[in-house]
């Protein structure tokens, strides 16, 4: 659809469904993840996000890669965990912030070497349990969010991942509260955000579908449902 994009998939007795949509009204985006469980047993699922935060022009970084992970803080605050890259003479400072808001507890991990461990991938990490929350000065700056919840027969949990960027803390802690604040309308915001953007481009809702479609043929391979 023009507003989101939307994955399915099943494994063995579980299947999931990842929704993502930019927000209309801030610098960020929603990931909206089902799970159902289709079994006879409860279920115990660990659900990870991973990711490397790019608060810096491309080409700072790529000349200067080691002196701009030594500018970069890392804060757990309000329960979100918020990555900023400190401000010099000159340059304003500017961060990026996360949230997973889950029915189980989420922990959050600000340095590669202990979200994933040399070496490893996430996908090998995730079988891994987290010791313990670890946020203070990144090493090499990165942003984990873990969590466990338990899905009985026949039931279904959302969770929900809130990225963003913004100019200062104080505006990504309000920011960030907003998303979460509407989580209920989130989607159908940026659908009737989406619809006046192709309403002033004189853009058919059913052609931008379909080119979005093509386009997902062309560059991902996939193939477009019917």
């Known amino acids: 659809l023009p507003f989101k994009a939307e994955f399915s998939r099943r494994e063995e007795d579980i299947s999931s469904k990842l929704e993502v949509c930019a927000c209309a009204r801030q610098d960020g985006e929603i990931r909206k993840i089902t799970l159902t469980n289709h079994g006879t047993e409860a279920k115990t699922l660990e659900i990870g996000a991973f990711f490397e935060p790019c608060i810096c022009p491309w080409a700072e970084e790529a000349a200067h890669p080691g002196f701009n992970r030594l500018t970069i803080d890392a804060a757990l605050r309000r329960g979100m965990l918020i990555v900023e890259k400190r401000p010099r003479e000159g340059v304003q400072g500017r961060c990026l912030y996360t949230k997973l808001v889950s029915p189980g ?27 313990e929350e670890d946020v203070s000065s990144p090493v090499m700056p990165y942003a984990s969010a873990r969590t466990r919840i338990v899905l009985e027969p026949g039931e279904g949990q959302e969770l929900f991942l809130l990225m963003g960027y913004a100019d200062s803390v104080n505006r990504a802690l309000e920011d960030c509260e907003d998303m979460e604040g509407e989580l209920g309308e989130c989607f159908a915001l940026a659908q009737a955000h989406t619809s006046g953007m192709l309403t002033m481009a004189g853009i058919e809702p059913g052609k931008a579908e379909l080119f979005e479609r093509m386009a997902a043929r062309a560059i991902l391979g996939t193939v477009p449902r019917k």
Request: zero cysteines; a positive charge.
């Open 105 to 131: 507890d989420a922990v959050y991990l600000s340095d590669r070497l202990k979200a994933t461990g040399r070496g490893r991938t996430p996908e090998q990490a995730m079988l891994q349990p987290v010791r």
